[in-house]
């Protein structure tokens, strides 16, 4: 597996990869899904474009010689502190150490790259058993909340009105 930044001409892979893990069927033979709580897109080609260009963000690709196999979306949100998003593996692969894989080397990256002493991310509240995972790498609830974008289709089409997002941090 190599671990790679992501270009512009890894969008439609990419995507592919995000939508597939994340929404729809496609998702269900994965456990990370959140297909029972959200309808539509994940992420769209220009989000990932502009993530790509920023200066303050990367997506780490772990790549095989024939496809993406995972992606990590990395920010640098404040002095010590990055910000991880957009963690996906192939739903055909999850359950196989790639996820951790990808969360080392992101919590590596923003510490030796960008001199981050933490990590934050944000789960939707309901994912529970996903929290848990978190939970078992490290993370722990800050006990913050906020807010779903709900009426932001970009984001997806929610399920419930009751959704928003557990904050979870780590040292690194």
Excluded at 87 to 112: F, H, I, M, N
Aim: charged share 25%.
């Amino acid at each position: 597996m190599n671990f790679v930044a992501a270009q512009n001409g890894d969008i439609p892979a990419l995507r592919a990869l995000v939508e597939s893990a994340y929404r729809g069927e496609s998702a269900r033979r994965g456990w990370t899904h959140e297909a029972d709580l959200l309808d539509g897109q994940r992420t769209d080609a220009r989000a990932l474009r502009e993530i790509i260009a920023a200066d303050n963000q990367v997506i780490l690709l772990a790549k095989t010689s024939a496809a993406i196999a995972g992606c990590v979306q990395l920010s640098r949100v404040g002095e010590g502190l990055a910000y991880l998003g957009l963690l996906t593996v192939d739903p055909a692969l999850q359950a196989g150490g790639l996820g951790r894989q990808l969360l080392s080397k992101s919590e590596r990256y923003v510490r030796d790259q960008w001199q981050a002493d933490a990590i934050e991310m944000t789960v939707i509240r309901q994912r529970e058993d996903l929290i848990a995972y978190y939970e078992r790498r490290g993370y722990a609830r800050t006990g913050e909340l906020r807010p779903f974008p709900h009426g932001d289709r970009r984001f997806g089409l929610p399920k419930t009105k009751e959704l928003e997002f557990a904050v979870l941090r780590k040292p690194v």
